[in-house]
Each structure stands twice: as structure tokens, then as C-alpha cells.
């Protein structure tokens, strides 16, 4: 990932938050997803009424990426209007675990511009997977 990707990575999960649909918290939150061939898929949360069904935006970006068809993925931007680095939760942490190799660098940010690049292992050590359920 070269900066001129991350910066077009950081643009597109920005432009996202424009895009989430947040009646109830007023938070947004944005996504952007580079598959290895630099494909990317971009994602904002969605709420709901009934508060349980709400999709982040980090799944929003996954979901979108891997219906249509991609498994292989490289580098993921998460922002959102916090102080600091947006902080994933962990139903998004699982999922990133489920499709994301634990190496793989995931760049969480805001829009000041803070950074904090994590990896997904860093971020759920210990992810339940696939093994596990033998
Ligand atoms: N949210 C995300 O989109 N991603 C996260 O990792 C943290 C939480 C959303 C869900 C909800 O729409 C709002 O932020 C407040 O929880």
C-alpha cells in the first residue's frame, strides 16, 4: 500500500460518512476495503428502528466485497468523528478475522486525520475460527 492508495483509501471511507445512515446515534462511521488487485469496496453503517439490526460500516465494506465474489483482501480504512482513532467493535473485529489473513494492516483514523495502523490479530487476538469448531 502506497501513500497515494492510503490517501484515496482514507477519501473514500471519508466520503462514506456522508452516506451512513445514523437517525438514532447521529454517529457516522466509514469504511474503505482495497482487495489485492486494488479493487476497492466502501462502507458506512446503516441503523435501524429496531437498534439490533444495525450494519457498521466496516461490514458494510466487507459484505459488499465478498458478494461480489472477492476473498482476498489487502488493506482496510476505518474513520469516524471521534478524538481519536475510530475503535472497531467487536462484531466488526470478529468478521475481519473471518475474512482477512490475522497480518493484514487495518488503518483506523478520524477526521482530523489521526492514525493508528493495527493489524487484525492485534485487534482480536485469539478470533474464533474456522479450526476451532473441530
Ligand atoms: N459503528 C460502526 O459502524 N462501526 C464500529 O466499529 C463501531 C460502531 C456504528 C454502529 C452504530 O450505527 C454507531 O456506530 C454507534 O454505535
Redesign the pocket.
Given at each position: 500500500m502506497n501513500d497515494k492508495q492510503t490517501s484515496e483509501l482514507i477519501e473514500q471511507a471519508t466520503n462514506m460518512l456522508d452516506r451512513?445512515y445514523?437517525p438514532?446515534?447521529k454517529?457516522p462511521?466509514g469504511?474503505a476495503l482495497a482487495t489485492k488487485e486494488g479493487k476497492i469496496y466502501s462502507g458506512?453503517?446503516?441503523?435501524n428502528a429496531s437498534f439490533g439490526l444495525?450494519n457498521?460500516?466496516?461490514r458494510t465494506a466487507i459484505f459488499k466485497a465478498v458478494s461480489e465474489g472477492e476473498s482476498s483482501f489487502d488493506y482496510l480504512v476505518?474513520t469516524?468523528d471521534t478524538d481519536g482513532p475510530?475503535?472497531?467493535?467487536g462484531a466488526?473485529r470478529q468478521v475481519m478475522a473471518e475474512f482477512f489473513s490475522p497480518g493484514m494492516k487495518v488503518l483506523l483514523t478520524n477526521r482530523k486525520g489521526l492514525k493508528k495502523e493495527i493489524t487484525v490479530e492485534e485487534l482480536l487476538p485469539g478470533a474464533f475460527q474456522s479450526k476451532d469448531m473441530v
Open positions: 451512513a445514523v438514532y446515534s454517529f462511521v469504511a458506512c453503517n446503516i441503523e444495525t457498521c460500516a466496516e476505518v469516524g475510530i475503535s472497531p467493535c466488526c
